[in-house]
């Protein structure tokens, strides 16, 4: 019986990226796959294994992770006479971020992807993913009634509510290599949520993050419409590629969440905002 495709998953490198001062990546996880033509029957997976050590051994910069994947993909389209295959690398970064008083931690989950076939063909991926939370509109609008709040001197209206944390990707899918900034991604997609979580904050400044979500609740649907549109607006994204932005709210008093989803062309979010 032939095998359509056969691969390596879970293959744990020290690959080391330089020119990163806010943090630094975990190990990387490695998972490829390459099509097996029907008179092969098999694939090597020690080649698949040894290619992907050859090519990112020694330090990395991000100019030349895309380029050291395309060798890869050439040397392995040749090697295995196959009609296509697939890389991904994925890692969190561990962010050192500024608080009110003292340097706090966050952690963003990176992917770099590129999927080639035999033709010449090529696609980029890449996946940027933060956790944050937000305060939920429509129960603050049913307490604000019952409990007769209304704006103080400031214009606020502060009423209570519940809090949902929220899980923001988004990915981008390019004819060309990917050239923006991992770190700019995250800071979208954490702005377009109505509190960032804060690991190390003190009680003053937890209050603070608290009253600024609640400041500005919002629904999954607005949150990921938000970070839709401001990654489209970065000018290193490429106008043709394709971006997807999926965002989960985990509800704190329901037994169910909520998931809102947007693919479009860059080019189709740019003109809604212009």
Known sequence: MPIESAGISGLVMPIEIAGLRDGRFDSFGVNTWVSVPPDV??????????????????????????????????????????????????????????????????????????????TGGSKYLM????SGFNACPCTMSHTSQILGVSPDSTGRRISVTHNQRTRLKARIESPSVPEFDFRRIGDLLRDSMGGRLRELAGDVEEANVVIHAHENPGLIEDVVRKAAIGVSMEPLVDGSAVLIVEGRSLESIHHHNAYARVRQKVSDLRSLSA
Do not use: H, P
């Open 41 to 118: 029957g098999s694939a090597s997976f020690g080649m698949l294994k040894d290619s992907a050590v050859r090519s990112f051994s020694g330090t990395v910069s991000l100019d030349t992770v895309y380029r050291k994947m395309d060798e890869w993909a050439s040397g392995v389209l040749s090697a295995a006479k196959s009609g296509s295959c697939r890389l991904e690398l994925s890692s969190r970064y561990v962010q050192t971020v500024s608080g009110n008083s003292q340097k706090d931690l966050d952690y963003i989950d990176v992917a770099f992807a590129i999927l080639r076939s035999a």
């Open 127 to 130: 996946s940027v993913a933060v």
